[in-house]
């Protein structure tokens, strides 16, 4: 199986009907730039950019996160890339920008909330990405969005980071692209909104799941009830497709269910055509992609829908994953 998955590396994503599909690699660490490359991916649809500030008592500052990401750039050889600003908190913390301890974490001061913020933590960071932006194709991805205001704050501040820059001498993509993650409920339902100020949107499902269903992503007792089709979930993501289809941006997606193959034909009749993933999973994606028909799962997927509450999702799954 392993052989017959390798020969599908150079195979370009199209479903049997003639859609493409893009397949995109999730990266944590500058290594994963060859398990990308290796497993054939399209693109990178979620660089995670946390790794910079582990392990450390200090701050990286611009120079450092230039580099890193121009080395990044490089080694990905000219396919598109997706650069996640800083998503601090909760899961995932660093001695080198300690937040005050909260009752609530994954609630609390974390992420887009941090960095809007935090200036001096912000600033330096997309300087460093805009002037990334020079090397290759580069996007913006802010985590944790919950609503418009976050992107237009975003926007602006990043408005007057291209004048600074300019005035510097310093080279950069002035059109840069600006995308907002869809991993909270709100932001889902206020997606239509948010697409307006945006040029593309990523579903995360790892924290969208854990915020509608109030299910601690990390929480092994509850870890039976964290489920991707859930129908609220299902809906939040049928929504957010809808609302990038509207205003004709793009949407993808790069939580862990964009990796699993048993929901790729699900997510195909659900009008996703964007996936990243771990890159270890590119080639199983792709492996159903290449048999699917677009046409079929998404009326098939329409007809599910109808009884959406009233249908197993084990029943689902086994109506849209057989021919
Ligand atoms: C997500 O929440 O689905 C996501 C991709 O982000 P992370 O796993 O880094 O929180
Ligand atoms: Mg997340």
């Known amino acids: 199986r392993q052989r017959r998955l390798r020969r599908l590396i150079g195979r370009a994503a199209r479903t049997r009907d003639g859609i493409a599909v893009g397949l995109q690699a999730n990266l944590e660490l500058p290594e994963d730039v060859e398990t990308a490359r290796a497993n054939g991916a399209a693109g990178v649809g979620l660089y995670r950019t946390e790794f910079l500030y582990m392990n450390r008592l200090d701050l990286p500052d611009e120079e450092e996160q230039f580099a890193s990401y121009a080395a990044m750039i490089e080694g990905l050889g000219g396919i598109p890339t997706t650069i996640r600003t800083l998503d601090l908190g909760?899961?995932?913390?660093?001695?080198?920008?300690?937040?005050?301890?909260?009752?609530?974490?994954?609630?609390?001061?974390?992420?887009?909330?941090?960095?809007?913020?935090?200036?001096?933590?912000?600033?330096?960071?997309?300087?460093?990405?805009?002037?990334?932006?020079?090397?290759?194709?580069?996007r913006l991805m802010l985590p944790m969005v919950s609503g418009v205001r976050e992107v237009v704050a975003v926007r602006q501040l990043l408005e007057q980071l291209k004048r600074e820059l300019a005035s510097e001498?310093?080279?950069?993509?002035?059109?840069?692209?600006?995308?907002?993650?869809?991993?909270?409920?709100?932001?889902?339902?206020?997606?239509?909104a948010i697409a307006r100020h945006c040029d593309f949107l990523s579903i995360g499902t790892n924290d969208l799941i854990q915020y509608t269903l109030a299910i601690d992503r990390l929480d092994d007792?509850?870890?039976?009830?964290?489920?991707?089709?859930?129908?609220?979930?299902?809906?939040?993501?049928?929504?957010?497709?809808?609302?990038?289809?509207?205003?004709?941006?793009?949407?993808?997606?790069?939580?862990?269910?964009?990796?699993?193959?048993?929901?790729?034909?699900?997510?195909?009749g659900l009008g996703l055509r964007e996936f990243s993933m771990q890159p270890g999973a590119l080639l199983d994606v792709k492996e159903v992609v290449l048999t699917a028909d677009t046409r079929t799962l998404q009326q098939r997927t329409e007809t599910l829908f109808a009884r959406l509450d009233e249908t197993d999702p084990q029943d689902l799954l086994a109506a849209l994953n057989t021919d």
């Open 221 to 268: 007792a509850v870890n039976d009830l964290y489920d991707p089709t859930h129908p609220a979930i299902l809906r939040l993501i049928r929504m957010t497709i809808e609302a990038g289809r509207t205003r004709g941006i793009p949407v993808g997606m790069c939580g862990e269910m964009a990796g699993d193959a048993r929901f790729t034909r699900l997510l195909l």
């Open 169 to 192: 001498g310093l080279a950069h993509d002035p059109a840069l692209p600006l995308g907002a993650m869809i991993e909270v409920p709100a932001a889902a339902l206020a997606a239509g």
């Open 90 to 138: 909760a899961d995932k913390d660093s001695a080198a920008q300690p937040i005050e301890p909260s009752g609530n974490p994954a609630l609390g001061l974390r992420a887009i909330r941090l960095c809007l913020k935090e200036p001096a933590l912000f600033r330096p960071q997309l300087r460093a990405i805009l002037r990334a932006s020079a090397l290759g194709p580069v």
